[in-house]
Nanobody
Framework: QVQLVESGGGLVQAGGSLRLSCTASGSIFEINAMYWFRQAPGKQRELVAGFIGGGRTNYADSVKGRFTISRDNAKNTVYLQMNSLNPEDTAVYYC???????????????WGQGTQVTVSS
């Protein structure tokens, strides 16, 4: 069993900052990739930022220069530092982790429960 627990969401004024965290626990053999997605009301879930292997990162154009993804491998935790927030960033934010639960096993994707981020104007 694998669990992802997110925290750090909340209500913030435009121009403010929040830091999200997501910790994976359980039967983890190897983490391949870690991502943050978000879903605003009435919209599709979209990729915000991610570690795509080899330490490389990628970001959605809408958050480049404002958001920073980081990770603590020892804690199986991924963070999303969000600065200069604006109302368009309002959404439920989800972490997604691709990992293997044992040697020789196929990797699988796991999702966190989501954390609400609301930015007021």
């Amino acid at each position: 069993q694998v669990q992802l627990v997110e925290s750090g969401g909340g209500l913030v004024q435009a121009g403010g900052s929040l830091r999200l965290s997501c910790t994976a626990s359980g039967s983890i053999f190897e983490i391949n990739a870690m991502y943050w997605f978000r879903q605003a009301p009435g919209k599709q879930r979209e990729l915000v930022a991610g570690f795509i292997g080899g330490g490389r990162t990628n970001y959605a154009d809408s958050v480049k220069g404002r958001f920073t993804i980081s990770r603590d491998n020892a804690k199986n935790t991924v963070y999303l530092q969000m600065n200069s927030l604006n109302p368009e960033d309002t959404a439920v934010y989800y972490c997604n982790v691709n990992l293997r639960t044992g040697r020789g096993r196929q990797p699988s994707n796991y999702w966190g429960q989501g954390t609400q981020v609301t930015v007021s104007s």
